[in-house]
T-cell receptor, first 118, second 114 residues
Framework: NAGVMQNPRHLVRRRGQEARLRCSPMKGHSHVYWYRQLPEEGLKFMVY????????ESGMPKERFSAEFPKEGPSILRIQQVVRGDSAAYFC????????????????FGEGSWLTVV | AQTVTQSQPEMSVQEAETVTLSCTYDTSESDYYLFWYKQPPSRQMILVIRQEAYKQQNATENRFSVNFQKAAKSFSLKISDSQLGDAAMYFCAYKWRGSEKLVFGKGTKLTVNP
């Protein structure tokens, strides 16, 4: 049973370019979460999506960042016109349902995607 | 706003000894969950242990146990019989029952000395 798969693991972009990070949730999981980890910091919530719906994007920067989770295919976190401050690890997590501590439900994290902006 | 504070940026322990990592949190909610996550050098976030706030009994998972003091808003992690593989960053996290967001502390880097 494959875990949460993120790619690419490492991505280098020049300032002003676009970065696309992909996340395939665990099989049977329809809830996806994105978190960002800046150097020397804990993870910070960005967005929570279900299939075709953004449920909570309160942690997303207002500009340049967007996320989607289409009916088919992986969830995508898109960062337009990247700046040096976007350099971070971006973690995706998934769960079978929301309310992650309903009996039997657990949230699983991927191994992260490391974005470096030069 | 909910916050999670880990006051120990780094800790070290001798192999086979016991170590306690501290965590405090601030919330006005009464129904919430607390977690400890481990992030080894591979960087994957691994759930170590979790605690429901309504449960008075402290959670235990093999060598890992917590000391949950709800009134003091304290949630420490005790690792017994420390092993080299326990070396990692440890993050304390909070989640209100009515939200899907995890709020993380800044982490404690644990070194295990042979």
């Amino acid at each position: 049973n494959a875990g949460v798969m993120q790619n690419p693991r490492h991505l280098v972009r020049r300032r002003g370019q676009e970065a696309r990070l992909r996340c395939s949730p665990m099989k049977g999981h329809s809830h996806v979460y994105w978190y960002r980890q800046l150097p020397e910091e804990g993870l910070k919530f960005m967005v929570y999506l279900q299939k075709e719906n953004i449920i909570d994007e309160s942690g997303m920067p207002k500009e340049r960042f967007s996320a989607e989770f289409p009916k088919e295919g992986p969830s995508i976190l898109r960062i337009q016109q990247v700046v040096r401050g976007d350099s971070a690890a971006y973690f995706c997590a998934s769960s079978r349902t929301g309310g992650q501590f309903v009996s039997g439900n657990t949230i699983y994290f991927g191994e992260g995607s490391w974005l470096t902006v030069v | 706003a909910q916050t999670v504070t880990q006051s120990q940026p780094e800790m070290s322990v001798q192999e086979a000894e016991t170590v306690t990592l501290s965590c405090t949190y601030d919330t006005s909610e009464s129904d919430y969950y607390l977690f400890w996550y481990k992030q080894p050098p591979s960087r994957q976030m691994i759930l170590v242990i979790r605690q429901e706030a309504y449960k008075q009994q402290n959670a235990t998972e093999n060598r890992f146990s917590v000391n949950f003091q709800k009134a003091a808003k304290s949630f420490s992690l005790k690792i017994s019989d420390s092993q080299l593989g326990d070396a990692a960053m440890y993050f304390c996290a909070y989640k209100w029952r009515g939200s899907e967001k995890l709020v993380f502390g800044k982490g404690t880097k644990l070194t295990v000395n042979p």
